[in-house]
């Protein structure tokens, strides 16, 4: 099925360990983003990458690493798990968003940091 | 101040009537405006999106903006149960990527 795929669904992590959270796009796009989303925060921006080979900080970069590994794949990692990143984390793509199109979401990863 | 900003609710409707959903936005360079329904453990769906100035229906949602004065709406008419969730409200601006709201919690009940 077309869309974007995040592994895992859920982890648990405990407090200084390190994670790559994985995301993987087959429609082609060229831009890529992680967000994740606290209770009444809505969605804040991690990284993004406007296309392969660029990577730019987004709202909340502190404390997470991302690679675009090629078109298809970003990933997330966290060198050094903190409390304060459990949180539910998002993966999305999309091309130029204009008339009307927007982001294709991944299923979200569930992280709980002990 | 939050780049966009909506009331995180509850908000709650009975069964059939309308729900009306509000966001305001602080980048007067914001061109497209998208409407997201997010169920509990779900990634956000897009329900509606809106550029131009004015009112955009589908079925039985309407999206209104109004860019002098930074506000854009979704209106929910004959809401039902399944109308439940969490509405977020995104913006673009130059860069290509997407500013959301906090969401508004949508309770409709029977």
């Known amino acids: 099925n077309a869309g974007v795929t995040q592994t895992p669904k859920f982890q648990v992590l405990k407090t200084g360990q390190s994670m790559t959270l994985q995301c993987a796009q087959d429609?082609?796009?060229?831009?890529m983003y992680w967000y994740r989303q606290d209770p009444g925060m809505g969605l804040r921006l991690i990284y993004y990458s406007a296309s392969e080979g660029t990577t730019d900080k987004g709202e909340v970069p502190n404390g997470y690493n991302v690679s675009r590994l090629n078109k298809r794949e970003f990933s997330l990692r966290l060198e050094s798990a903190a409390p304060s990143q459990t949180s539910v984390y998002f993966c999305a793509s999309s091309e130029a968003l204009s008339q009307g199109r927007t982001y294709t979401f991944g299923s979200g990863t569930r992280l709980t940091v002990v | 101040q939050k780049e966009v900003e909506q009331n995180s609710g509850p908000l709650s409707v009975p069964e059939g009537a309308i729900a009306s959903l509000n966001c305001t936005y602080s980048?007067?360079?914001?061109?497209?405006f998208f409407w997201y329904r997010q169920y509990s453990g779900k990634s956000p769906e897009l329900i509606m999106f809106i550029y131009s100035n004015g009112d955009k229906e589908d079925g039985r949602f309407t999206a209104q903006l109004n860019k002098a004065s930074q506000y854009v709406s979704l209106l929910i008419r004959d809401s039902q149960p399944s109308d439940s969730a969490t509405y977020l409200c995104?913006?673009?601006?130059?860069?290509?990527?997407?500013?959301f709201g906090g969401g508004t919690r949508l309770m409709v009940k029977p």
């Open positions: 995104a913006v673009t601006n130059a860069g290509n990527m997407l500013t």
């Open positions: 429609m082609n796009h060229n831009s």
């Open positions: 980048d007067r360079g914001s061109q497209s």
